[in-house]
């Protein structure tokens, strides 16, 4: 049974561009959670969402931060126009509710 | 302070000893999850005590919740070197989102 699958795992862009972070829950999970996770720092939670639904999205920044769970396919976290603030570590976590959440890998953003 | 805080920041021991780290939170939660952090690497979860249970044992970790004080604690005994990590507490509130504090580091030397 394979755990929380994200990619890519490193990403550096360049201030100004897309950033764009996959997350797969594990199988028969449809609850997603992205935290961001800044140098020595704890997570700090952004959103909550279900199958094509966002449920909690009060730790978003208000602009150039969206995400989406689609009905097939991976969960996706979208920063446009990043900037040198984006840079952390980005991870997704997956669960059935009020179960453990279990957290992927993380992807490490590096904007340049 | 911020919704929960783990204690101490950072804590050094030899290998053998116990290591013992503290959380602690403000509002009431449904649960409270620890984790533990390699460097550069993701969160891996080690226990999940509900808001109705006192103490959780896995291994050599034990996790005690104290809802009146709004405190938990976990546990690590016979520590070995190979438990060197940030170790966090994530608490589950309303909407099951998870709010974490800065961590505890614990380094265990050989």
């Known amino acids: 049974n394979a755990g929380v699958m994200q990619n890519p795992r490193h990403l550096v862009r360049r201030r100004g561009q897309e950033a764009r972070l996959r997350c797969s829950p594990m199988?028969?999970?449809?609850?997603v959670y992205w935290y961001r996770q800044l140098p020595e720092e704890g997570l700090k939670f952004m959103v909550y969402l279900q199958k094509e639904n966002i449920i909690d999205e009060s730790g978003m920044p208000k602009e150039r931060f969206s995400a989406e769970f689609p009905k097939e396919g991976p969960s996706i976290l979208r920063i446009q126009q990043v900037v040198r603030g984006d840079s952390a570590a980005y991870f997704c976590?997956?669960?059935?509710?009020?179960?453990?959440?279990?957290f992927g890998p993380g992807t490490r953003l590096t904007v340049t | 302070s911020q919704q929960g805080e783990e204690d101490p920041q950072a804590l050094s021991i030899q290998e053998g000893e116990n290591a013992t780290m503290n959380c602690s939170y403000k509002?009431?939660?449904?649960?409270l999850q620890w984790y533990r952090q390699n460097s550069g690497r993701g969160l891996v979860h080690l226990i999940l005590i509900r808001s109705n249970e006192r103490e959780k044992h896995s291994g050599r970790l034990r996790v005690t919740l104290d809802t009146s004080k709004k405190s938990s604690s976990l546990l690590i005994t016979a520590s070995r070197a190979a438990d060197t990590a940030s170790y966090f507490c994530?608490?589950?509130?309303?909407?099951?989102?998870?709010?974490f504090g800065e961590g505890t580091q614990l380094t265990v030397n050989p």
């Open positions: 976590a997956s669960s059935p509710q009020r179960y453990e959440q279990y």
């Open positions: 509002t009431s939660i449904n649960n």
């Open positions: 994530g608490q589950e509130t309303s909407g099951s989102r998870l709010t």
């Open positions: 199988k028969g999970h449809s609850h």
